[in-house]
């Protein structure tokens, strides 16, 4: 099976079935998996922060560090590569956004960006079917693209499936 590595800021996104979308290691970052059940098409950001009003011009060269430029860039990203343009039946499944080297919680970027993420999506009408958010431990989230199944790993202990 090909996998599709994303990284910090980065974006991915494929409709073939020998395909799988990985993003290694989310601590207070999360990935926002996006579905497009119409043409089977999967597409992930990896979120950094939530506003890119801190680094404008970081957004405009990799907007998927933020989540105000990073959910409207991948949407605009897998519409160029062949998913549905009708987003009304697109669903996101969220994971990450904990407090690993935060554990006072004195920054809470992980709350921070399931907050703007959740409020960014709700504003464009698009539903958030799962989540596996918060708490303290980093997560590597796997993306099966022929089925839409997602195992998240994290270290110690036992895959799940969100």
């Known amino acids: 099976m090909d996998n599709?590595?994303?990284g910090i800021g980065q974006m991915g996104a494929a409709t073939?079935?020998?395909?799988?979308?990985?993003?290694?290691a989310l601590g207070?970052?999360?990935a926002a998996i996006a579905f497009d059940p119409e043409a089977r098409f999967v597409g992930l950001v990896h979120i950094a922060l939530p506003s890119s009003?801190?680094?404008p011009e970081k957004a405009r060269v990799s907007p998927g560090?933020?989540?105000d430029t990073g959910l409207p860039a991948l949407l605009k990203y897998m519409r160029k590569l062949g998913a549905n343009g009708n987003t009304a039946?697109?669903?996101?499944k969220l994971a990450g956004g904990a407090s690993v080297s935060d554990p006072n919680n004195v920054f809470n970027v992980g709350q921070r960006n399931i907050t703007a993420i959740t409020r960014i999506l709700k504003s464009m009408d698009m539903r958030i079917a799962a989540s596996n958010v918060g708490e303290r431990i980093s997560r590597?989230?796997?993306?099966?693209?022929?089925t839409g199944r997602v195992v998240i790993s994290s270290p110690g202990l036992p895959d799940w499936n969100l």
């Open 4 to 6: 599709i590595i994303v």
């Open 16 to 24: 073939r079935p020998a395909k799988r979308i990985t993003t290694y």
């Open 28 to 30: 207070s970052c999360v």
């Open 53 to 55: 009003s801190i680094n």
């Open 65 to 67: 560090h933020f989540a």
């Open 89 to 92: 039946k697109y669903f996101f």
């Open 140 to 146: 590597t989230v796997k993306v099966d693209v022929c």
